[in-house]
């Protein structure tokens, strides 16, 4: 069992910066893959980033590429989700998430077995 507890989110003007925190406490950190998700209101959980085990491989949703920067700290059993140039459409509440097995961070949510209460971001025009 792991679980997780985000931090971070909050109201930002587009063009600013946000970094999310997630804390993880239970299980070895670094034997799981680690992904961040967000969901706006009425629509569907979507894949934001992921990065694998070790944190050598990361992984972007095309519309954050550029911007965001998925990193974690096994030491610390801390995965972040550094967003800048934040856009409007990014607003939504941001989830991560845990999964074990292979260290590959897969974009699909079902992979996900454990999952952090969710922090709010929003971003004003």
């Known amino acids: 069992q792991v679980q997780l507890v985000e931090s971070g989110g909050g109201l930002v003007q587009a063009g600013g910066s946000l970094r999310l925190s997630c804390a993880a406490s239970?299980?070895?950190?670094?034997?799981?893959?680690m992904g961040w998700f967000r969901q706006a209101p009425g629509q569907e959980r979507e894949f934001v980033a992921g990065?694998?085990?070790?944190?050598?491989?990361?992984y972007y949703v095309d519309s954050v590429k550029g911007r965001f920067t998925i990193s974690r700290d096994n030491a610390k059993n801390t995965v972040y989700l550094q967003m800048n140039s934040l856009k409007p459409e990014d607003t939504a509440v941001y989830y991560c998430?845990?999964?074990?097995?292979?260290?590959?961070?897969?974009?699909?949510?079902?992979?996900?077995?454990?999952w952090g209460q969710g922090t709010q971001v929003t971003v004003s025009s």
């Open positions: 239970g299980r070895t950190f670094s034997n799981y893959a």
């Open positions: 998430a845990a999964k074990s097995g292979s260290c590959y961070a897969f974009t699909t949510s079902t992979r996900y077995a454990y």
């Open positions: 990065i694998s085990c070790s944190g050598l491989s990361t």
